[in-house]
């Protein structure tokens, strides 16, 4: 499989955006909805827990969501109350630019492998719904994967929907660090193979299966 391919997938997903823009622009704004849930919820929790839950506190927990949003490119985020904290070392920014990337393209492959089960089943709304389900509960986008026990982080850093959004902020809050780094980047990168691997050799044997449907 070429890389112009993807490039053209690409292409035609921006110019959707581009043309149906208010489509984009009302689940842009709907998708505040669960935020605002998602701040009184934790606020409720901190005040509970005393304010500090597994080295989060109210405000970095507020700020790692905000940055959930911005990594999965639904809302720029405007609010400036939080106490918002930028890495001191250059060498996270990098790593952190180098995850996001990855995380963008495995992303990209398994939607695209997703797409091309369409050669053997003609409705994959179903099967896209559960993948998406795991992406959303696994991927950090719901909470923090680091709050939860150690033996299910060990477990979940095995899992694809780790490296598509908590990887590349976790590396940005430097809660990543040292010798879990190198392993995480690791890891994400053998996903990122694995993922591009899948995707073309779905393209590969689902030509031989094409079948048009209707007129």
């Avoid at 919820?41 to 507020?62: K, N, Q, T």
């Avoid at 991927?139 to 990887?167: H, N």
Wanted: glycine content about 8%.
């Amino acid at each position: 499989m070429k890389f112009a391919k993807y490039l053209t997938v690409f292409n035609l997903g921006i110019q959707n955006t581009f043309v149906y823009r208010w489509n984009y622009f009302l689940r842009a704004l709907f998708g505040l909805i669960p935020l605002a849930g998602t701040v009184f919820l934790w606020r409720a929790i901190f005040h509970e827990h005393g304010g500090s839950l597994h080295g989060y506190d109210y405000g970095s927990m507020i700020y790692y969501y905000l940055l959930t949003i911005l990594v999965a490119n639904l809302v720029t985020p405007t609010e400036d109350e939080w106490h918002i904290t930028l890495p001191a070392n250059v060498s996270t920014y990098f790593c952190a630019v180098i995850s996001l990337l990855m995380a963008a393209f495995i992303q990209f492959f398994i939607t695209y492998t997703l797409a091309m089960m369409a050669f053997w089943i003609l409705e994959i709304s179903t099967i896209v719904f559960i993948v998406y389900s795991f992406e959303y509960f696994l991927g950090g986008q719901m909470f923090p994967i680091d709050i939860m026990p150690a033996g299910v982080q060990a477990v979940m850093k095995w899992l694809p929907f780790y490296y598509e959004l908590f990887c590349p902020i976790a590396i940005f809050l430097e809660r990543l660090r040292g010798p879990e780094l190198a392993q995480t980047l690791a890891i994400q990168t053998g996903w990122l193979c694995l993922t591009w691997a899948t995707a073309q050799t779905m393209w590969n044997r689902g030509l031989g299966h094409y079948q048009a449907v209707g007129g």
